[in-house]
C-alpha cells in the first residue's frame, strides 16, 4: 500500500510569492495534518483538517490557510513568503485523528527554500 | 512550558550496543499517547514505536522498547543491537486528550550516531 505522498519534494520562491504544497493520506484515512519543521528544531504543528472541516490550528499567522479535499488530499497554501517560512513542511495521516492513540504516519515532506 | 524534552542534542554508539535516548514529558490529560520517530537526513518521519497512557506493559517493536515511567512522566527508546542505518534524528512526540488529538508535540530530537 502506498503511503503518505506529497508534492512537490522541492521548491524555490522569493520573498513575497506564494506556494501551495499538497498532500495525500494513506488510503482509508481521513485525517490530514501539517507541520512545519526549521532546521534544528521538531516539527511544529500548523493545521489539522478532517472530512474536510479545520480541526485544529497552531499558532501560525493568517498567511498559512489549508483545505481538504473530499478524496481527503489536502493543500497547504502559504501567501506572501517570508524569509523565514523556509523549512520542511511534513504531511502525516491518520485514520480519523480523534484519538490521541492513533499513530500519524508522515510523508517525506517538501523542502522549501524562500530566497 | 515546554511539553516534551529530549535532553540529548547528540548520542554516540557502537554498533551492536544498546542506547537510551530519553525523553520526558509534560501533560495534565489523563489520556495520551506516546510516540517516537526516526528521521534519516532524506527528511521522511518514520514511526517506531507507541505508548499510551493507559498501558500496563512498556511497548515493544522489534529492536525497540519504550522504557515507560508514568509518575515521573518519562518515555525513554531503547535501542538494542544497535545498527549503523540507525544513524539518524530521533523524536520523541506526545498527543493529548481526543480534542486535540490530530496535534503532535515534538521534542527538538536526539541526533544518534552508530560507531563502527
Known amino acids: 500500500d502506498a503511503g503518505v505522498t506529497q508534492s512537490p519534494t522541492h521548491l524555490i520562491k522569493t520573498r513575497g510569492q506564494q506556494v501551495t504544497l499538497r498532500c495525500s493520506p494513506i488510503?482509508?484515512?481521513?485525517?490530514v495534518s501539517w507541520y512545519q519543521q526549521v532546521l534544528g528544531q521538531g516539527p511544529q504543528f500548523i493545521f489539522q483538517?478532517?472530512?474536510?472541516?479545520?480541526?485544529g490550528r497552531g499558532n501560525f499567522p493568517d498567511r498559512f490557510s489549508a483545505r481538504q479535499f473530499p478524496n481527503y488530499s489536502s493543500e497547504l497554501n502559504v501567501n506572501a513568503l517570508l524569509l523565514g517560512d523556509s523549512a520542511l513542511y511534513l504531511c502525516?495521516?491518520?485514520?480519523?485523528?480523534?484519538?490521541?492513540?492513533?499513530?500519524?504516519?508522515f510523508g517525506p515532506g517538501t523542502r522549501l527554500l524562500v530566497l | 512550558a515546554q511539553k516534551i524534552t529530549q535532553t540529548q542534542p547528540g548520542m554516540f554508539v557502537q554498533e551492536k550496543e544498546a542506547v537510551t535516548l530519553d525523553c520526558t514529558y509534560d501533560?495534565?490529560?489523563?489520556?495520551?499517547?506516546l510516540f517516537w520517530y526516526k528521521q534519516p537526513s532524506s527528511g521522511e518521519m518514520i514511526f517506531l514505536i507507541y505508548?499510551?497512557?493507559?498501558?500496563?506493559q512498556n511497548a515493544t517493536e522489534g529492536r525497540y522498547s519504550l522504557n515507560f515511567q508514568k509518575a515521573r512522566k518519562s518515555a525513554n527508546l531503547v535501542i538494542s543491537a544497535s545498527q549503523l542505518g540507525d544513524s539518524a534524528m530521533y523524536f520523541c512526540?506526545?498527543?493529548?486528550?481526543?480534542?486535540?488529538?490530530?496535534?503532535?508535540?515534538f521534542g527538538d530530537g536526539t541526533t544518534l550516531t552508530v560507531k563502527p
Open positions: 502525516a495521516s491518520s485514520l480519523a485523528g480523534s484519538l490521541a492513540q492513533e499513530t500519524q504516519y
Open positions: 488510503s482509508g484515512h481521513k485525517s
Open positions: 483538517y478532517y472530512e474536510k472541516e479545520e480541526r
Open positions: 501533560t495534565s490529560d489523563p489520556s495520551y499517547g
Open positions: 505508548q499510551g497512557s493507559y498501558d500496563q
Open positions: 512526540a506526545m498527543r493529548e486528550g481526543n480534542t486535540n488529538a490530530g496535534k503532535s508535540t
